[in-house]
């Protein structure tokens, strides 16, 4: 069947960030499925109202409709189950633990580095709307927010697990990359894509991680187009 | 076979306070192993050397010796395989990493908390012991690193995944407790057998967690003596 994944899109219609349609980029690259990508830019709500949802990812196979990053990659799972990156029973809790974790520490943290790279590299129309709902979100003004080298700090403090257990395991989830990893290297790519400010230490285990992920599946994101491209 | 643990005491022969040792009595009790447990000392070196090993927990089950909380855990998955408690493959790795959270950012908060506590829990004539090891380790005084204000702090920090996660199910790893539980309960067990000072919000849902864990696999932790019983 065909897979389709409507796919966040900045002022570049090939600049591919969002860090929750990158996880599903890995995961559909990750199980060996052919994708076709649709750009698709924040205020396009009628083009998804086909799946009653109103932001991306949006993904169909075939007759399935399926929104929801963590709930794409389940479906995946369920679909095509050679090759589990989410997992069942205890395997699927921990990674609903580590994906709190991304979501309220690390991509936070990541935020405050790129947010006025971010900013620029939305496309034009977008970027009142992106202002106005991330600064009602924030309580406060993207150039408030905006403070990399607080953010690099509270990023190194909330990769202190991440950094220690890749000294164990050349991946999260092991020798080869899954889920776990695919949740971290969506939000950061999704900083990488938009910035060329550093992230983390060039000697953290991290860091060689992320190139690697780079790398992974016949670098599907190492190809992918980012701002040093633009 | 009789499985016997080597188990830190403390003023009080019948203080229990290790959190490595208490990842392996809820370990136990998950798989309904009865155990004999060996109050020991820190400078009671000559009494492990069976083990080769110089720290608790020790455990012996039958001829087996192991030793390493992690390691007996997994141990015990291998020779009790029903109900597993660590898992294999992503779960395993899923677990690895949450250890390194519980172990690098969870657990140095508490000590914060309970450090001068802690102290005053240990026998007297292991104070001088336990003062110079984890003074070298810290490179500061303990009444330094003491300041329960700031560990509560870091503690709420480091803890917002698991806040996060506990309001979608009621353990860690689901409906039931398992090793992530356990592994965090370990140290938290510590924190409270030695301490009466605060380490949670009351509303914070870590706080009924600990409350449900005191009385799971029938009530194995919340009967253990504290320093409110002395």
Redesign the interface.
């Known amino acids: 069947m065909a897979i389709t994944l409507y796919d966040l899109c900045g002022r570049d219609e090939r600049l591919r960030f969002s860090p929750y349609c990158w996880r599903v980029r890995m995961t559909l690259a990750h199980k060996g499925l052919e994708v076709t990508t649709v750009a698709w830019r924040f205020q396009e709500k009628e083009a998804l109202a086909f799946a009653d949802y109103d932001k991306v990812p949006v993904l169909t196979d075939g007759d399935n409709v399926v929104t929801d990053s963590f709930d794409i990659m389940r479906y995946l799972d369920r679909a095509y189950p050679d090759a ?1 990156v989410v ?1 069942e ?3 699927l ?6 994906k ?2 991304v979501e ?2 690390i991509t936070p943290a990541l935020f405050k580095i790129v947010a006025l790279d971010l900013l620029a590299a939305i496309h034009p129309e977008d970027r009142d709307y992106f202002r106005k709902t991330r600064e009602a979100r924030f309580g406060a003004t993207l150039e408030a927010v905006n403070d990399p080298e607080q953010g690099r700090h509270l990023l190194k ?1 909330a990769l ?3 950094n ?2 890749l000294k ?2 050349p991946f ?3 020798d080869t990359p ?3 990893d695919y949740l971290l290297f969506g939000s950061m790519m999704w900083a990488y894509t938009v910035s060329t400010e550093t992230l983390v230490d060039e000697k953290d285990p991290v860091a060689a991680w992320f190139k690697r992920m780079l790398e992974v599946h016949d670098s599907v994101a190492g190809k992918a187009v980012t701002v040093r491209d633009l």
Request: glycine share 14%; proline share 7%; aromatic share 4%.
């Open positions: 589990p997992g029973g205890m395997s809790q921990r990674l609903m633990l580590f709190q974790s309220r520490s403090q202190v697990p991440v220690a257990q164990e395991s999260l989830d092991g899954s889920g776990a």
